[in-house]
């Protein structure tokens, strides 16, 4: 077990499997260094319930933060079936939080804030990155937030996408 797997694992956190694409695309694609991951959503609570609603009409900012927490773990189940190895992560360079907001919600960056606090967290300074936060009308399933991740890996890949 890597150094990054040893700190998930201390901060109780149990990865997923990673979940098959439901539409036609694939999970990550890899150019040079860069891995693109496909947009993830929140992963099922300890407990195996789903976090699904609207933030700003059924959710609060605290539960929206729990879901951008939940969709890096989906980010991190993704990394570690691509890569085989986290310790392969140079950096978390970018993440895109599209938010499942009622018209008038603003707090966009306080929800996102769940999954990059995740990253760092996680990875340390090699988890500080670029970031949007926008809100959506809508998103699939009734979801509260995707996440998109940009992430600059090691040359080596277990599985090339």
């Known amino acids: 077990m890597g150094t990054v797997e040893k700190k998930i694992e201390e901060l109780g956190i149990t990865l997923?499997?990673?979940?098959?694409?439901?539409?036609?695309?694939?999970?990550?694609?890899?150019?040079?260094?860069?891995?693109?991951?496909?947009?993830?959503?929140?992963?099922?609570r300890p407990d195996g319930t789903e976090v699904r609603g609207k933030l700003g009409d059924d959710l609060s900012v605290e539960e929206g933060y729990e879901a951008a927490r939940l969709a890096g773990i989906n980010l991190l189940a993704v990394l570690k079936a691509t890569l085989g190895d986290l310790d392969k992560v140079?950096?978390?360079?970018?993440?895109?939080?599209?938010?499942?907001?009622?018209p008038d919600f603003t707090e966009t960056?306080?929800?996102?804030?769940?999954?990059?606090?995740?990253?760092?967290?996680?990875?340390?300074?090699?988890?500080?990155?670029?970031?949007?936060?926008?809100?959506?009308?809508?998103?699939?399933?009734?979801?509260?937030?995707?996440?998109?991740?940009?992430?600059?890996?090691?040359?080596?890949l277990r599985n090339q996408p």
């Not at 098959?20 to 260094?33: F, H, I, L, S």
């Not at 140079?90 to 009622?102: H, W």
């Open 16 to 44: 997923p499997e990673m979940r098959p694409p439901v539409a036609n695309y694939v999970p990550a694609v890899r150019t040079g260094n860069l891995l693109f991951l496909s947009g993830s959503i929140p992963a099922k």
């Open 90 to 102: 140079k950096r978390i360079v970018k993440l895109l939080s599209m938010i499942n907001a009622a």
């Open 109 to 156: 960056p306080a929800v996102a804030n769940g999954c990059s606090d995740l990253m760092v967290e996680v990875f340390g300074d090699k988890g500080k990155h670029a970031r949007s936060a926008v809100g959506m009308a809508s998103l699939p399933l009734n979801v509260p937030v995707e996440v998109e991740m940009v992430a600059e890996v090691e040359d080596f």
